[in-house]
């Protein structure tokens, strides 16, 4: 630069220039690089939250917007809880506390899947105000030796559950593991943990619609607990009418830390997931037993399907 004028020096330092902004802007996007290899040019504006797709209608939901029993007919069950039908897919017997609609079942793709749908006030079996609606089918009852348990195996979709606006009222049973107790306390046929389904709300063209559902264990923390003596913890979260295998084991075992006492367990794999679970005061158990299909709805309509249901006993 030494020998250069004062003209080419500002020349040199302007084409400097215009090179190094040329180089600097190819990099970040305008399409050529500085080897002069194109580059795809991005999307100026991506959008960082494109909208849902519509919320689609399984083949078997119902989609009724009259959520009251009818006056009278075929679904009133005034005479027997038992109602059902002929051979049904579902295993266990059935306790049908809605005058809304009975069991039934719908068949796609080759397979079987029992239909539980509830509403709420539908209950017109019990004092009004009292218990919940449900249709709900048992398995028999193990009992507290080591070494017996039940076992429920089983595949479910849900479609729509209950939605009381808060989330103590919110929600729906889908299953749930029970048994009695020494020493009195709670219910004379208690819950020990309840499987809870949350509804999960879309977005955009899905906004009022239930797009997911937030599945929690209602555990008690002391034998006969409701209320307070609950716990609500949060398992996972599964899509509306997605398929999803279900299996659910409540039965004694040894205590490994001493053989003189027991443990009382009570585990569920939902999706593949295991969420185990030891039961308070195994030493007061003296039965495990369990119940799944549609239980609790304080606002709303609860659609639970269950197939290729299965029990086993010890």
């Known amino acids: 630069m030494k020998n250069l004028n004062f003209k080419t020096k500002l020349g040199l330092i302007a084409l400097l220039t215009v090179f190094v902004a040329f180089s600097s802007c190819t990099k970040d996007g305008l399409g050529f690089s500085e080897d002069s290899i194109v580059y795809e040019i991005p999307d100026p504006d991506p959008d960082p939250d494109p909208d849902p797709e519509p919320v689609g209608t399984a083949a078997d939901e119902d989609t009724n917007t009259d959520l009251a029993c009818p006056a009278s007919g075929e679904f009133q069950n005034d005479n027997t809880r038992n109602v059902d039908i002929s051979n049904p897919a579902n295993v266990g017997g059935v306790d049908d506390r809605s005058c809304y609609s009975d069991y039934s079942e719908s068949t796609i793709d080759g397979t079987t899947w029992g239909i539980y749908n509830i509403t709420d006030g539908s209950n017109h079996w019990d004092t009004p105000g009292t218990l919940q609606p449900r249709i709900e089918r048992a398995s028999a009852i193990a009992n507290s030796d080591v070494g017996s348990f039940v076992k429920f195996t089983a595949d479910f979709r849900i479609l729509e559950v209950a939605d009381a606006g808060s989330f103590g009222q919110d929600g729906t049973y889908i299953a749930q593991a029970k048994g009695q107790h020494t020493g009195g306390g709670g219910s004379p046929d208690p819950a020990i943990c309840l499987y809870r389904a949350h509804p999960v709300y879309g ?19 002391e034998r006969g607990g409701s209320g307070d003596g609950r716990e609500v913890v949060f398992l996972k979260q599964v899509d509306k009418n997605e398929i999803v295998s279900f299996e659910l084991e409540v039965g ?55 197939a290729n249901t299965t029990l086993e006993y010890n």
């Not at 977005?203 to 923390?221: M, P, S």
């Not at 003296?286 to 799944?292: A, D, L």
């Open 203 to 221: 977005t955009g063209i899905n906004a009022d619609k239930q797009v997911a559902f937030d599945i929690y264990a209602e555990r008690i923390l």
């Open 252 to 306: 004694f075992i040894e205590d490994p830390s001493d053989p003189a006492l027991k443990i009382h367990y009570c585990n569920a794999i939902i999706g593949g997931e295991a969420f185990n679970w030891n039961i308070p005061d195994p030493e007061r158990g003296t039965q495990s037993k369990m119940r799944y299909g549609a239980y609790r709805v304080r606002g709303g309509r609860a659609q639970i399907r269950w």
